[in-house]
């Protein structure tokens, strides 16, 4: 019996993105092996034994301290169509951004109450005290400061990644996509970028883009793989990722880039904590060992700092 082709490695266990995978029946031992791989890759467990740093503890406000947790607002996909930043394994969490969470967390000593929303609705949920810090891999934005804190914790940036099946091969600059379906987040610096430049592909006498917006990248990734979009635009970390582990797609290329933070009111007191808590994770070498266990530690900042200067 002929075997489906199937997404790889460590998004072999996925249900919602496996769906992507073309038609054809039957699974092998091969497959269930990778799966079983694949989850305990997925689920290790790096961040138990970091331990609280009283110092960085003390910045907290007391409030904090004697409360001893910490509400965070996130995102949640199921399966695994959105790691490395997270997913759900084996009813379990995962991800970059929950393993480095958890590591703040313990270096902060407090425990995080974790509430789940949509990426448009956390910053205004840390706004309206909702959320005490939102996570969703927001890039720091001359906007966003205005009315937030941002505590850097990695580098992104803004990249296509193709199906295989478009004769695109890099992208260099946003007009190297004109004439081409592109799928993306609303509400994002994605959507921002291709409003800010949707009369370029005119000046220089090419077809305009046409855009999708999708909340989640499962049916991005369909669209993909059954020739409804041609090209997703979206975080290089994610997108470098994908070209790894979903089957059919090539990563194009960055046209900028954007450090990425937690947010957290404005002048709450939590900003300076957060980042000092990331900085010593850098220094123990535990924050290493998150992005080489997520298999992106180029994306990985030197230094984490508070409210850096914006590109956008």
């Not at 409003?195 to 855009?211: E, F, L, N, Q, R």
Request: glycine share 10%; net charge negative.
């Amino acid at each position: 019996m002929k075997h489906r082709p199937r997404i790889l490695a460590l998004l072999a266990a996925s249900a919602v993105v496996g769906s992507i995978a073309l038609s054809g029946c039957g699974s092998s031992s091969d497959d269930t092996t990778s799966s079983a791989e694949a989850s305990a890759v997925l689920t290790q467990d790096i961040t138990s034994k970091i331990v609280k740093d009283d110092a960085i503890s003390a910045e907290l406000p007391e409030s904090v301290r004697s409360a001893g947790t910490l509400t965070v607002g996130t995102t949640q996909t199921p399966g695994t169509s959105s790691l490395p930043h997270g997913g759900v394994v084996d009813d379990k969490n995962v991800g970059l951004d929950l393993d480095l969470r958890d590591a703040i967390g313990k270096v902060l000593g407090v425990n995080w109450n974790v509430e789940y929303g949509t990426f448009a609705s956390i910053i205004p949920g840390v706004q309206n005290g909702k959320y005490q810090v939102g996570q969703a891999n927001f890039g720091v934005t001359a906007e966003r400061e205005k009315v937030l804190d941002f505590s850097t914790y990695l580098n992104d940036g803004q990249g296509f990644l193709g199906s295989k099946r478009v004769d695109l091969q890099k992208v260099s600059t946003i007009t190297d996509v004109c004439g081409y379906t592109i799928a993306t987040t609303p509400g994002s610096t994605f959507q921002t970028l291709l409003s800010s430049h949707v009369d370029d592909c005119a000046k220089i006498g090419k077809k305009p883009w046409t855009v999708q917006y999708f909340n989640d990248t499962a049916p991005i990734f369909l669209g993909l793989a059954n020739g409804k979009v041609d090209l997703f635009f979206g975080p290089v970390l994610s997108l470098k990722y994908d070209e790894k582990h979903v089957e059919g797609t090539k990563f194009l290329g960055q046209i900028s880039s954007t450090p990425v933070g937690f947010v957290t009111a404005k002048d709450s007191g939590l900003a300076k904590p957060i980042s000092d808590a990331v900085n010593k994770l850098i220094e123990t070498g535990d924050y290493a060992k998150i992005f080489a266990k997520w298999g992106v530690p180029d994306t990985g900042v030197e230094k984490s700092t508070v409210n850096p200067p914006s590109t956008f």
